[in-house]
């Protein structure tokens, strides 16, 4: 079903050592237009990194990632810059900037990188919060919001611009179920309503199941599985049987 | 040795890159002002204080030798020289040193360890110049308006120990300060203290944007930003004070 959309996402034969650790090892995948793929992997099999190397963070020793047509991997400056407006990403720490209120938090991407008028920025933060249900909370710093406000919060950043495509890093990490469950909801409402192409990381396979077409499995920085969950439980891999297992 | 060059070229290379990006579009001038606001403001309750117990020290210093000689009217002069050419600047740069080069450290490096930096450019803006460039201009603008803060509460304190001593009259003790005070004696030692702020500006900001240690990073910057700052900043007024005697002769007492 998803092989006749073009690719929003894809990864070609990507690799990266730290030292004299590699991390990844000729990582291959794509994700078509208005798909989400889980990752998943034990601690430490480069899943992060492979968001990094999504978004530029970080280059790769070997290998493409193209993100909506741009060759993330090769750019630089301003090209990357240009790239960038099309990815939202939302951090497993949220990443608000703590000297910002919320408002100015959401507002910076749209004042630097459109030409909209304080009023028309004004209607954009407000719906975006609205969305993530923390209108009234506009002029709160960030140390005065909750771990799933902050994760609501850091989702409506990532939005603002209305990308083509949004990484995520750990949506649930440290949150309680019935929490980490809304920013699941606030993913698929997205997915269902922009057709937004995501990335997700995660351990949690019960969120990964609610919002992931597929699933990626990385073992030991190399890829092991790629499909639909119900595919995947019957793999030959014990490693992947159990990381697609539900608790 | 060899790592310390490298700091060296480090540093220079990161202060030639402030430079390339001060006059580079958005100037970010809104967060320039905040950040002097935050030094400056919050450096004044510091420097001024300082500044008024130096200026009672140095007349309790000056006094009893000059009495000796019978040169008392000398006081205020002796004062406002002392202040307006070495202990103004150089102390003021050291108090900030301490004040803001810890704080610009601590807190670019506490944005590095919560990923904030990185959400700046993933959000397509340039955390160096976002970031970096405004402190150390807010730095070099701050820097010489709190030296002529702390030089003119020196002479406050001085003057209020000498009056304390003698009754001098406000009046007198002025007239007696700026008397011979040449204009050479207070601008370009003044003017050096921009050398200091971008000094601390751009060696703190490197500490902080570089830092790559996690949690205990943070302190880790902090500290040697207020050690390197403090070192260079006294290492440079060296030799600022050899070039300022070259170009103007006259500055020399």
Redesign the interface.
């Known amino acids: 079903m998803t092989e006749s959309r073009p690719a929003a996402v894809v990864l070609d034969g990507v690799s990266k050592c730290f030292g004299s650790k590699q991390v990844l090892s000729r990582v291959s995948f794509s994700v078509p237009r208005g798909e989400a793929v889980c990752v998943l992997g034990r601690s430490g099999t480069g899943k992060s990194v492979m968001l990094?190397l999504m978004?530029g963070?970080i280059k790769p020793d070997a290998g493409d990632i193209f993100i909506s047509g741009y060759n993330i991997s090769r750019l630089e400056g301003k090209e990357l810059?240009?790239a960038?407006?099309k990815?939202g990403?939302l951090?497993?720490?949220a990443?608000?900037?703590?000297s910002f209120t919320l408002y100015d938090n959401l507002a910076?991407?749209l004042r630097?990188?459109t030409d909209k008028s304080k009023s028309e920025i004004e209607g954009i933060v407000h719906q975006a919060l609205n969305q993530v249900a923390l209108t009234g909370e506009e002029n709160k710093l960030p140390s005065a919001l909750s771990g799933g406000m902050r994760k609501r919060a850091g989702l409506a950043?990532a939005l603002v611009l209305e990308p083509d495509v949004l990484l995520v890093d750990e949506p649930s990490s440290g949150l309680d179920r019935i929490t980490a469950s809304e920013i699941d909801d606030l993913l698929l409402e997205q997915k269902a309503m922009h057709q937004t192409t995501m990335v997700i990381v995660t351990h949690d396979v019960h969120g990964a199941r609610r919002v992931g077409d597929r699933f990626a499995v990385l073992d030991q920085g190399k890829l092991i599985a790629l499909g639909k969950p119900q595919e995947l439980e019957n793999h030959e891999s014990e490693t992947v049987r159990k990381l697609v297992a539900e608790e | 040795m060899r790592r310390f060059l490298q700091f060296i070229g480090d540093v220079t290379l990161f202060g030639i890159r402030v430079m390339a990006n001060v006059c580079r579009r958005p100037l970010e001038l809104g967060e320039t002002w905040s950040q002097m606001s935050e030094m400056g403001v919050r450096s004044l309750p510091l420097v001024s204080s300082s500044g008024l117990a130096l200026g009672v020290v140095m007349t309790l210093h000056t006094r009893s030798t000059l009495v000796a000689f019978g040169a008392t009217a000398l006081i205020p002069r002796v004062q406002s020289l002392s202040f307006f050419v070495e202990i103004g600047p150089l102390v003021a740069a050291l108090l900030v040193a301490g004040r803001v080069g810890a704080g610009i450290g601590a807190v670019i490096a506490n944005l590095r360890v919560t990923e904030q930096i990185d959400a700046i450019e993933v959000l397509s803006v340039d955390s160096f110049k976002f970031l970096v460039v405004p402190r150390v201009i807010a730095c070099v603008i701050v820097l010489p308006l709190l030296t002529v803060f702390m030089d003119a509460c020196g002479l406050v304190g001085g003057f209020f120990s000498e009056f304390a001593v003698s009754h001098l009259p406000p009046k007198l003790f002025l007239e007696r300060a700026f008397q011979g005070v040449e204009w050479s004696n207070f601008v370009p030692p003044t003017l050096k203290t921009a050398v200091f702020g971008f000094i601390i500006g751009a060696v703190s900001s490197y500490y902080g944007y570089t830092m790559n240690e996690g949690t205990h990073g943070v302190g880790k910057a902090a500290t040697n930003s207020v050690v390197t700052c403090s070192l260079l900043v006294i290492l440079a007024d060296v030799i600022l004070v050899k070039i300022i005697f070259l170009l103007f002769p006259g500055s020399a007492i």
């Not at chain 1, 990443?95 to 703590?98: I, N, Q, V």
């Open positions: 990094r978004i963070l810059s240009r960038r407006c990815i990403f951090f497993q720490s990443a608000l900037f703590d910076l991407p630097r990188l950043r």
